[in-house]
């Protein structure tokens, strides 16, 4: 059974920096993942795509409100995936979940959360100004 279970949400001032890190089991996702995300949702707003990696080439794609303070990376003998965030705002806080997919198909469909097939349960992230 693939659990990804998110960890290392908190509360940190704006400006200050957080690393949230994603253990994914019951798969070896280096293996059988086409690609792995970053998504949040903010309090009253709708999901949105942070960052993806596509796992076999490594290669990173980014919301235009994350590049350059945003990175996620992998290591694939861990299982993990990792998201180092930097120069936090406010409007960083929200729910972080890491997500994973595994189906065959249009790439494209990992820079959406409607093309993700497996979902951890979130950590939370609070920035105060």
């Known amino acids: 059974q693939v659990q990804l279970v998110e960890s290392g949400g908190g509360s940190v001032q704006a400006g200050g920096s957080l690393r949230l890190s994603c253990t994914a089991s019951g798969f070896t996702y280096s293996r059988y993942s086409i690609c792995m995300g970053w998504f949040r949702q903010a309090p009253g707003k709708e999901r949105e795509r942070v960052a993806t990696?596509?796992?076999?080439?490594?290669?990173?794609d980014y919301a235009d409100s994350v590049k350059g303070r945003f990175t996620i990376s992998q290591d694939n003998a861990k299982n993990e995936l990792y998201l180092q965030k930097s120069n936090l705002k406010p409007e960083d806080t929200a729910m972080y979940y890491c997500?994973?997919?595994?189906?065959?198909?249009?790439?494209?469909?990992?820079?959406?959360?409607?093309?993700?097939?497996?979902w951890g349960k979130g950590t939370l992230v609070t920035i105060s100004s």
């Open positions: 997500a994973a997919r595994t189906s065959y198909g249009d790439i494209r469909r990992c820079l959406s959360d409607s093309g993700m097939d497996y």
């Open positions: 990696i596509y796992t076999g080439s490594g290669v990173t």
